[in-house]
Structure formats: C-alpha cells, structure tokens
C-alpha cells in the first residue's frame, strides 16, 4: 500500500528566504506525484505534480518540486518566501499502475514571518 | 470555466441522523472523488465515482454511500451519524479517473458538525 511522510508538522521561514517543505513517499512502482495547499476553511488548491519527464517540475505562485526516486522524495521549495505563502501544504501520491486513488500526507503548516 | 462546488458549507447533525453532501463537479469533468478531512489530518479516499457508477472506495463502512448523476454532480450520504465522522469532507473532479496521473480539483468542503 502506498503513504506519504511530511516530517514536519510546521515550518517556520523568514520572508524573503528560500523555503522547503519536505515529502517522503512509499508506492509501489513508479509514482505520480502531487502538492496542495489549503488556506483556512478553504478546500485544496493544486500546485503542480510530477507524472514523467524532468525531475525538477515547475508549479504555480513560484513554487517548484524535485523528484528524487533514489531517495523516494518529492521536496517543494520555492526560492523566495511571502508572508502570502502561510498556509497547509500536502503531498499526496499515487502509483501508475492501476487506478489507486490519492494518498495524502498529514500536511506541513508552512509560517512566514515578516 | 466554473470550479467544483460543494452545498452546503457548514451542518451540524446529532448522533443517528443521516446527512446529504452535494458536489458540482467542474465543467467537462466526468469523474467526481470524495474524501474526509478530520481536524489535523490530511484528507482520506472515501469512494470515486465515473459517469455514474462507483469507480473505488476506502477504507468507510457502507453507511456512507453516494451517487453522481447524469450532468456528472454527486452526493454523498452519511446514516446513521457518529462523533467520529464530524470533519470537512472534500469533493474533487477531474477529466478521467486517474490514468495519467489526472489532476483532481477541490471544492471548498462542507464542515459537518456531529454533535
């Protein structure tokens, strides 16, 4: 069965610096590849996933990932922080064999202090 | 293009009621997927359905049940309501079912209160 680990339940980053949020997944095959945010009492905005192709996928408001499959880790960063960027990140997973529904992570609160 | 949409935003139930969710998937979308979010958690799979059948279901006992409908909006049904299934449950659609690694796009949720 497929899971996802978010390490970190909260980070913390000052505005301006580079961020990363971290994401270790376990599926078996070869994964597609997925970060969310969600804004309080809001549903789950998407922001990019990796299904093949170039490790390095580029997402929406700047953000980006990188799959690692020897580290089976797919990290979301983003070079520069907004005070705009505090919200729950998720990561989410699913193999590409079959028809497997999303698996989540718990989510990281990402903070970004001004 | 109009998004997903999800009626209604907040319920509180008691205990043994029963609850309907409903879901207006994003235009062209032919697959409608639901999941729980508890408080503190990341969402959970409840069941997927494609042009009106159900197409997989989580881990959930049968008292939770759904149904999509021709213009390919859903609803989702919850009896016999316990403590435990207050959460915010999310509806998701997307073009096909998951082959291709198709994106799923989110409503807002609806945040059932079980008192």
């Known amino acids: 069965a497929q899971s996802v680990a978010q390490p970190e339940d909260q980070v913390n980053v000052a505005e301006g610096n580079p961020l990363t949020v971290k994401c270790t997944y376990s599926?078996?095959?070869?994964?597609?590849l997925f970060w969310y945010v969600q804004y309080p009492n809001r549903g789950l905005q998407f922001l990019l996933k990796?299904?093949?192709?170039?490790?390095l996928v580029k997402g929406s408001y700047g953000f980006e990932a990188e799959f690692n499959k020897s580290q089976t880790s797919f990290h979301l960063k983003k070079p520069s922080a907004l005070v705009s960027d505090s919200a729950l990140y998720f990561c989410a997973v699913t193999p590409k064999q079959g028809n497997t529904p999303l698996v989540f992570g718990k989510g990281t609160r990402l903070s970004v202090i001004a | 293009e109009t998004g997903v949409t999800q009626s209604p935003t907040h319920l509180i139930k008691t205990r043994g009621q029963q609850v309907t969710l409903r879901c207006s998937s994003q235009?062209?979308?032919?697959?409608v997927s639901w999941y729980q979010q508890a408080l503190g958690q990341g969402p959970q799979f409840i069941f997927q359905?494609?042009?009106?059948?159900?197409?997989g279901r989580g881990n959930f006992p049968p008292r939770f049940s759904g149904l999509q409908f021709p213009n390919y909006s859903s609803e989702l049904n919850v009896n016999a309501l316990e403590l435990d299934d207050s959460a915010l449950y999310l509806c998701?659609?997307?073009?096909?079912?998951?082959?291709?690694?198709?994106?799923?796009?989110f409503g807002p949720g609806t945040r059932l209160l079980v008192l």
């Open positions: 599926v078996s095959g070869n994964p597609y």
């Open positions: 359905y494609y042009r009106e059948e159900e197409n």
């Open positions: 235009s062209g979308h032919n697959t």
């Open positions: 998701a659609s997307s073009l096909n079912p998951g082959q291709g690694g198709e994106t799923q796009y």
């Open positions: 990796y299904i093949t192709g170039d490790n």
